[in-house]
């Protein structure tokens, strides 16, 4: 049972260089989420979606985009990546929203903007 | 204020010992808080919900004080394997708000033989 699977794990990329973030979970998941997080901060929505084809800006939007066209898959993608991008990104999954279940996390992406 | 805030650590305990966290938190009207523990480089994993009544889970404990606003995290007799970095998580209004929970920056675990 795989859960959440993220890719890549790790990329350098230049600024104004664009790339898309990969999030699979095999859990038949109807929520899943884009988060950031930054040293000494908390993790940041960036979008999340409660079902295929539905996605909804988060917190932290700007510069991100999604995309939900199968249940299973979300991607975050970034057109013109800028240093302040410079993060450790998670994609979290959850079975209908209810916190009780609590989220299951990829193993995240380190991202690096130069 | 920040909305959620906590003690960045590091709290370096030796073996065996007991030590508490706290997590403040600055809406009032908050209905549901959680703990997670982030292993280094790790991503974060739920720990435990925390009730009003408080709760247990083997050498981990969950306290609520809403007059204070703050939950706690007390661990008993600490193993090396808790160090982690511990992230409090609540969730600001009645209803599940899944976009608008907030994860506080964590307070790193260090426990040393």
């Known amino acids: 049972n795989a859960g959440v699977t993220q890719t890549p794990k790790f990329r350098v990329l230049k600024t104004g260089q664009s790339m898309t973030l990969l999030c699979a979970q095999d859990?038949?998941?109807?929520?899943m989420y884009w988060y950031r997080q930054d040293p000494g901060m908390g993790l940041r929505l960036i979008h999340y979606s409660v079902g295929e084809g539905t996605t909804a800006k988060g917190e932290v939007p700007d510069g991100y985009n999604v995309s939900r066209l199968k249940k299973q898959n979300f991607l975050l993608g970034l057109e013109s990546a800028a240093p302040s991008q410079t993060s450790v990104y998670f994609c979290?999954?959850?079975?209908?929203?209810?916190?009780?279940?609590?989220?299951?996390f990829g193993s995240g992406t380190r991202l690096t903007v130069v | 204020r920040k909305e959620v805030e906590q003690d960045p650590g590091p709290f370096n305990v030796p073996e065996g010992a007991t030590v508490a966290f706290n997590c403040t938190y600055s809406?009032?009207?908050?209905?549901?808080f959680f703990w997670y523990r982030q292993d280094c480089r790790k991503e974060p994993k739920l720990l435990m919900s925390?009730?009003?009544s408080g709760n247990e889970d083997g050498r981990f404990t969950a306290q609520l004080n809403r007059a204070s606003q703050y939950i706690s995290l007390l661990i008993r007799d600490s193993k090396l394997s808790d160090s982690a970095t511990y992230l409090c998580?609540?969730?600001?209004?009645?209803?599940?708000?899944?976009?608008?929970?907030?994860f506080g920056p964590g307070t790193s675990l260090s426990v040393i033989p």
């Open positions: 809406n009032s009207a908050s209905q549901s």
């Open positions: 859990m038949n998941h109807e929520y």
């Open positions: 998580v609540v969730n600001p209004r009645m209803k599940t708000s899944y976009d608008k929970v907030i």
């Open positions: 925390v009730y009003s």
């Open positions: 979290a999954s959850n079975p209908d929203g209810s916190l009780a279940y609590g989220y299951t």
